[in-house]
C-alpha cells in the first residue's frame, strides 16, 4: 500500500466524508474513490459501508484504521524531525486550530520563534465537531480554542484575543439588509449545528433566544467551508466568529454584526497530565506578547 493511499484511507475514516476528504488532500473526488476501491481490491474486503447518504467504516475498515494510525502518525513524526533537524531545530510544538485566524497570532508565533529558536511551531487543522479528541488522543500539544472549556482533564491557559460575533447569512434573507441583529432575530429561524460539546456550540450558535424564544437546528456541519453552500444558498444561517468575513469572503452571504452578543474569547488549551516545559513557554510567551483585542 502507497503512502498517499494509507493517508487517504486514514484520513476517510475520520471524515467518513468523500467530498471532506478531497478537499482536506487537496485531491478530487473520484481520486479518492478510486484509491479506497484499489485497497479493498487488495485486501479482499470492504473498508468502508457507503449510500448516498452515509460514510461509515467496517469492522475490518476499523481494524485497518487502528492498526494503521499510529504508524503513519509515528512515520510523520519521524520526518518532520529528520526536517527540523536540517534546519537546526530540535523540537516541535503542534498547535491545533479550528479557524483561519493565523493574523492575530503573528506576534505570538514571532515571540516564540525568537525566545526558542530550536523549536518549531507546526499548525494542525481541527474540525469543531470534535475539539477536544486531538488533545486526549495526543495528536496535537496545545489548542486554540474558544471559551468557555469546562473540560476536568484539559487546563485553560491565557487569553490570547476576543472578537465580535456576526450573523452569517444568505444575501437574499431579509435580515441581510440590517446594519446590524440581535439574537431575539434568531427566533424561528434555522441555524447550523455540528460543534460539541453542547455548552461550547452554545457559547456561539445558541439554542434558544435570550428570552427563551427556539432557535430551529438546520443541516449539521463540522468545519467553516462545509458551512459556505448551505449558508450561501439560504438554507440555514449562523452566529460565527468575525474573522469569517476576512477569511471567507462569498459574494451570495452577508455578515451582519449582533449587537447583543458577548464577545468571544480566544484561549491556549492543553491536556493536564501532558503539560511540559515547551507548553508552559509557549503560554508564558502568550502573556508577555500582549496580544490585542479587536
Known amino acids: 500500500m502507497e503512502l498517499r493511499d494509507i493517508e487517504i484511507f486514514l484520513t ?28 479493498e481490491r487488495r485486501i479482499g474486503a470492504a473498508l468502508f459501508d457507503r449510500d ?7 469492522s475490518i475498515g476499523r481494524q485497518l484504521y487502528e492498526d494503521l494510525r499510529p504508524m503513519y502518525q509515528g512515520l510523520r513524526e ?12 530540535t523540537d516541535i510544538l503542534r498547535l491545533g486550530m479550528i479557524a483561519s485566524n493565523l ?7 514571532d515571540a516564540f520563534e525568537a525566545r526558542h529558536p530550536e523549536c518549531a511551531v507546526r499548525i494542525r487543522d481541527v474540525h469543531f465537531d470534535d475539539p477536544f479528541g486531538p488533545l486526549r488522543a495526543g495528536d496535537i500539544d ?11 482533564d484539559l487546563t485553560v491557559g491565557p487569553v490570547l484575543y476576543t472578537e465580535p460575533l456576526v450573523l452569517a447569512l444568505s444575501t437574499a434573507h431579509p435580515l441581510a439588509s440590517r446594519t446590524s441583529v440581535s439574537l431575539e432575530d434568531l427566533a424561528g429561524q434555522t441555524v447550523t449545528t455540528g460543534a460539541r460539546p453542547d455548552y461550547w456550540r452554545e457559547a456561539v450558535v445558541p439554542a434558544r ?18 458551512m459556505i453552500p448551505i449558508i450561501a444558498s439560504g438554507e ?10 476576512r477569511y471567507f469572503p462569498h459574494p451570495d452571504i452577508a455578515y451582519i454584526p449582533i449587537h447583543d452578543a458577548p464577545l468571544a474569547r480566544w484561549a491556549l488549551v492543553w491536556r493536564t497530565s501532558a503539560e511540559t516545559d515547551l507548553i508552559r513557554a509557549f503560554a508564558n510567551t502568550a502573556k508577555d506578547a500582549g496580544l490585542s483585542t479587536r
Open 12 to 39: 476517510l475514516a475520520e471524515e467518513l466524508h468523500f467530498g471532506r476528504t478531497a478537499e482536506r488532500l487537496h485531491l478530487t473526488q473520484g481520486r479518492v474513490s478510486q484509491s479506497i476501491k484499489k485497497q
Open 52 to 58: 448516498n447518504r452515509n460514510v461509515a467504516l467496517t
Open 78 to 89: 519521524g520526518v518532520d524531525r529528520a526536517t527540523m533537524a536540517a534546519q537546526g531545530k
Open 103 to 109: 493574523q492575530p497570532l503573528r506576534p505570538l508565533l
Open 142 to 152: 496545545v489548542h486554540l480554542l474558544w471559551l468557555p472549556v469546562r473540560e476536568p
Open 209 to 226: 433566544t435570550p428570552s427563551g424564544q427556539s432557535i430551529n437546528t438546520g443541516p449539521t456541519v463540522t468545519h467553516y467551508q462545509e
Open 236 to 245: 440555514a444561517m449562523s452566529p460565527v466568529h468575525a474573522q469569517a468575513q
